[in-house]
């Protein structure tokens, strides 16, 4: 179940992450969205998964992606360019499943993240974000269920893996996997990963580099 990585692939990516990295555009609708010029990831993920830490992480960059404990309300996507010339494009997807949220902003991000699924021809993954606390919640089948229909790959990832004894982290991880069993566009192997500790970091960065090589 635990999923070893080439270190080759491991250390390229590495490099790729190490190299230039920056905030390309922020898209509040599709008619924003950046010209289709690299392969791109997608991270999603319920509000305050950790999504922007781990987008922190993997780039070694600290104050690149927003980070916060206020769960974020803005429904926008907002894209990095890794390299210069960008290689590849990360996507920082927005959250979704926070508490009171009104029912027009949830139609709003149903919307914009399906349609946005569905057109974008170089969104080679999405990696969908899971506390290691929580596991997979109703929220997330609703992902699920999207990148499904849409037909793009995604992986699930377990984020703050460092909150959790390591007993605890074995049996969400095995959970986990156990229900993406039955999911079509997902891959079968969980990233485990601490934007904390850096468990899981340079098999993440490897995922990505897999997914856009
Ligand atoms: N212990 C621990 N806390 C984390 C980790 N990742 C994020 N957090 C915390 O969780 C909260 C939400 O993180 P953030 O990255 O803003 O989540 P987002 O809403 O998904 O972008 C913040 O207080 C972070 O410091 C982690 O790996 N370990
Ligand atoms: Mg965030």
Not at 50 to 67: D, F, M, P
Not at 112 to 137: C, P, Q
């Amino acid at each position: 179940m635990s999923e070893t990585f080439d270190p080759e692939l491991v250390e390229a990516a590495r490099k790729a992450f190490a190299g230039p990295v920056g905030f390309l555009k922020s898209a509040p609708s599709l008619n924003f969205l950046p010209d289709m010029t690299v392969p791109e990831v997608a991270f999603a993920g319920r509000s305050n998964v950790g999504k922007s830490s781990l987008l922190n992480a993997l780039t070694n960059r600290n104050g690149l992606a927003r980070t916060s404990n206020t769960p974020g309300r803005t429904q926008e996507l907002n894209f990095f360019d890794v390299g210069d010339p960008p290689r590849f494009r990360l996507v920082d997807m927005p959250g979704y499943g926070f508490a009171e949220a009104p029912k027009d902003l949830v139609k709003k991000w149903r919307f914009l993240v399906n349609d946005f699924l569905r057109g974008r021809a170089v969104l080679k993954r999405a990696l969908v974000l899971i506390d290691s606390r929580h596991g997979i919640k109703p929220v997330d089948r609703e992902i699920m269920d999207m990148l499904d229909g849409a037909a793009v790959s995604y992986r699930l990832v377990l984020t703050k893996a460092d909150k959790v004894k390591a007993s605890a982290l074995a049996e969400v991880t095995e959970r986990t996997a156990a229900e993406v069993r039955t999911r079509p566009a997902a891959h079968p192997d969980i990233i485990p990963t601490s934007s904390e500790g850096g468990l899981g970091i340079p098999e993440l960065r490897a995922a990505v580099l897999e997914a856009v090589g």
